[in-house]
Every structure is written in C-alpha cells, then in structure tokens.
C-alpha cells in the first residue's frame, strides 16, 4: 500500500521561497504519476502540478507557472515542488496525491492516494 507524507510547509514572507516535498512509502514510486493539490481558506481544492511517471513530463496551473518547478527521485521515492516567488494566493494546505500510469494526468478524482497535507503561509 502506497502511502505519502508531505513536508516542506511553514510561513514565509511574500516574495519567499519554499520547497515542499513528499515522500512515498510501502512501494516504489515507479509507474506512479504524482499531483500536486492546494486547498485555499473557504475554497475548493485545485490541481497545482502533475508528473509523469518517467519525470519527463510535467503540467502546470496557469497561475504558478515560471514560478513553481515539480521534480521527483525515483531512487529515493520522493517528490518535490519548488515554489519561488509566492504569493499570499499561494496560501493554503498542499497535497500530493499519486494515481497509478504513466500518463501525464493528474484528475483529482483519479488520484487514489493521498498525503495528510503541509500548510503554507504567505503573509508579510
């Protein structure tokens, strides 16, 4: 059984930086394409970031584009989203999520598993 746990969150000033990361467990990541989700104060969550199983390709919400950057390490099961330039939208509990395939598809409801979240804050 797969299992996630992400880390990396905390506060930071606009402008900052963070670099989140989630780390599989129970099973290699291999096969898995892997989503980043936020989830803002009184909203829905939205899709942030996708990877394909093979790294090679990647996706973006319009909004985080040229300032976010998703990777991962097949070797050592592990994920990570780098977030430059944040901003206060920014703000809000970040999940990573996986769904078995090599597509470069990231559907929230296709996502079978799911990390516990990190909350980040943007505020001056």
């Given at each position: 059984?797969?299992q996630l746990v992400e ?84 703000t809000g509990i970040y ?27 943007v505020s001056s």
């Open positions: 059984q797969l880390s990396g969150g905390g506060l930071v000033q606009p402008g900052g930086s963070l670099r989140l990361s989630c780390a599989a467990s129970g099973t290699t990541l291999d096969g898995y394409t892997i989503g980043w989700f936020r989830q803002a104060p009184g909203k829905e969550r939205e899709g942030v970031s996708c990877i394909s199983s093979s790294g090679r390709s990647t996706s973006y919400t319009g909004p985080v584009k040229g300032r976010f950057t998703i990777s991962r390490d097949n070797a050592k099961n592990t994920v990570h989203l780098q977030m430059n330039s944040l901003k206060a939208e920014d999940y990573c999520a996986a769904r078995m395939g090599t597509a470069l598809l990231c559907p929230e409801r296709a996502m079978a598993y799911w990390g516990q979240g990190t909350q980040v804050t």
